[in-house]
């Protein structure tokens, strides 16, 4: 699941990154295989102790016999065309001696905690700008909250609404750049990231166009789906005040995909502390000084939103590092050349809007319950914890997103696989705890939003379940990151169609309306999906053939590189043809 502003990927650039994929060659050693704890150390100098049973240990013994040995000279050369970048390319494909994966016995399994440490290094940052991009979600429903029940709802329906029609397809459509621009920056094609980038923000912004005159019009949507006329209202003055949230994200997300291809982390960070500053105190002046209401709280996340993007201009314009987006641009070159990314960009837009309408679904099925205004708020109350949640895993996805398709494209299979399988152990560690977290702590959490008795039994009856569908979430959404760093968006459409809408969306329904269960059943529909769609994400990468996905990479970029120098070629000869240019300037 994810919830606008709460997906983050890329990777760390700054110091002690040498040591990230540093993987030398150790025995097995003498150790305790019924509890193996290893140690790896944190930024701040602590350490995180993890114990692997030996279930774990068995697993991961007996799934490292099906991989083939790391090629020790797989590696990008520490002198780079691009010297300026050299540092962060080193940081990426640093040089490594023989890590033999196939042979258990020879296998250090010490290794599995450099490989953690190094993955948590990669997501560290990602999850400090994620947490503060969700900070501004938490903000908005707590105002909301004070508003009242009825301003809860309608701001939830709303937020619900703009996911489904807005914020879902600039995600997917954005999607599209990720595996193009991860894999060209592993080939060192350093064109092709700067012209994705220039293509999928004139797309995003053109399909903002006809997302906000729907907006402005949603009113007989709503009436037609049988909403409370009250709800109704306080949606339709949201809505049209969101409108320049919606340009807004529509600039950001491919900033931000721009920025983590080359490892700008921290500057994605600081953007996001600048904006996250400004955004409670806005939000009081708009909403309580102002007496705005709802459309003080549309306002408020408008001004983060640009905020955020003018940090991350400031930064292109002024860091002598970054790729320069805007060098050579020009109108026509801008909407040239889509083939390779609308390719990517469609099916990824399908796969991204499969699984949030899912959600948004279970907040227009409140509405038909018996008690729609409380059963809306709450919904509302758990989809933005679920967003709380996802901050770790989104991070961990982006994190594999960028690093296997930077391996892929520098042509180095074992490691792309290896990352998956540790990225996949993590994203089932982490799944477990946020059940045990939302199960402790079930009876206060709702108390945070809203003090209506009615929607705080609701949110405590229903958060055991959606701990459980975490433990399917969160590994689906790092098995999605390495699907798009594999470049196989319509693989995703086929997973989340018949895992939501040919299993969970039956099972909620019968649940919820049949048997009678109320807003329970509901989250027993996602709690389906989850857990089939996991089952299938999982399968699927374990029988992923590694070299032949390199060999994908290797046609993605060259084709796109291709189709860039051959259009700009034509517009060239057609400008000589029509007097604009000499043969000399050509």
């Given amino acids: ?70 090629p020790s000279d797989g590696v990008l050369p520490r002198e780079l065309p691009l010297t300026e970048r050299a540092d962060a390319q080193r940081f990426l494909f640093d040089a490594s001696p023989t890590m033999p994966l196939g042979t258990c016995n020879s296998y250090n399994l010490r290794k599995i905690g450099e490989e953690l440490r190094s993955l948590v290094k990669i997501a560290g940052p990602i999850v400090i700008t994620s947490m503060l991009i969700y900070s501004r979600s938490l903000v908005s429903m707590l105002f909301l909250g004070r508003l009242g029940k009825t301003e809860l709802a309608g701001g939830s329906l709303a937020l619900g609404f703009s996911n489904i029609t ?34 999928t ?24 789906l049988g909403q409370d006329p009250q709800i109704i209202r306080v949606a339709k003055r949201y809505m049209a005040f969101a409108i320049p949230e919606l340009i807004g994200q529509a600039q950001l997300l491919p900033l931000r995909i721009f920025f983590r291809t ?11 502390a600048f904006s996250a500053l400004f955004h409670l105190p806005m939000n009081y002046f708009l909403v309580t000084y102002m007496d705005f209401g709802v459309a ?114 520098a042509g180095q299979p074992t490691r792309a696989q290896w990352t998956t399988l540790i990225g996949l152990i993590m994203a089932f560690a982490w799944g477990i705890s946020a059940f045990i977290f939302m199960t402790a702590f ?20 229903a958060l055991p379940v959606l701990g459980l569908c975490e433990i399917g979430n969160v590994p689906q959404t790092a098995s999605c990151g390495v699907l798009t760093a594999t470049a196989r968006p319509k693989l995703g459409v086929k997973i989340n169609l018949f895992a939501f809408y040919l299993i969970g969306l039956p099972v909620a329904i019968l649940a919820t309306f049949t048997f009678k269960i109320g807003f329970l059943g509901l989250w027993f529909g996602l709690l389906s999906a989850q857990l089939s769609c996991v089952g299938m994400m999982v399968y699927t990468l374990l029988h992923t053939d590694w070299k032949h996905q390199t060999r994908r990479a290797e046609q993605l970029t060259q084709a796109v590189e291709v189709k860039n120098e051959t259009e700009e070629n034509l517009e060239k000869t057609n400008d000589e043809e029509s007097g604009l240019l000499t043969p000399t300037e050509v």
């Avoid at 080359?262 to 996001?272: H, P, V």
């Avoid at 018996?370 to 989104?394: D, E, R």
């Avoid at 982006?398 to 494209?409: E, N």
């Fill in 262 to 272: 080359q490892g700008f982390t921290t500057a994605l960070t600081l953007a996001a």
């Fill in 166 to 199: 807005g914020y879902s397809l600039l995600r997917g459509l954005s999607t599209g750049m990720d595996p193009i621009c991860s894999q060209a920056y592993g080939a060192q094609r350093w064109s092709v990231i700067s012209q994705t980038f220039q293509k």
């Fill in 296 to 409: 003080g709280i549309a306002l408020g996340l408008a001004w983060n939103t640009f905020l955020f993007n003018l940090g991350l201009v400031i930064y292109l314009a002024r860091s002598p590092h970054a790729l320069k987006p805007w060098h050579g641009l020009t109108i026509l070159s801008a909407f040239q050349g889509w083939g390779p990314l609308l390719s990517l960009s469609l099916p990824s837009c399908v796969s991204v809007c499969l699984e949030w309408w899912w959600y948004e679904l279970m907040l227009f099925f409140c509405g038909w319950l018996s008690n729609p205004q409380a059963s809306v708020a709450a919904m509302g109350i758990l989809l933005q914890t679920t967003g709380m949640l996802y901050i770790i895993p989104i991070s961990l996805s982006g994190s594999l997103s960028t690093r296997v398709g930077l391996s892929l494209g």
């Fill in 442 to 461: 079930r009876s206060m959490w709702g108390t945070m939003f809203t003090n209506d008795p009615q929607i705080l039994d609701l949110i405590s009856t």
């Fill in 1 to 70: 699941m994810c919830l606008p502003g709460t997906e983050s990927r890329g990777i760390i650039n700054g110091g002690g990154a040498h040591d990230l994929l540093i993987l030398k060659h150790h025995g097995a050693g003498d150790r305790n295989e019924e509890d193996l704890t290893m140690r790896a150390r944190g930024d701040e100098g602590g350490a995180t102790t993890t114990t692997i049973t030996t279930t774990t240990t068995t697993f991961i013994r007996s799934f490292l016999q099906r991989l083939p040995h790391l």
């Fill in 201 to 224: 923000l004139c797309l995003l912004l053109l399909v903002a166009i006809p997302i906000s005159l729907l907006w402005l019009n949603m009113e007989p949507i709503f009436i037609l």
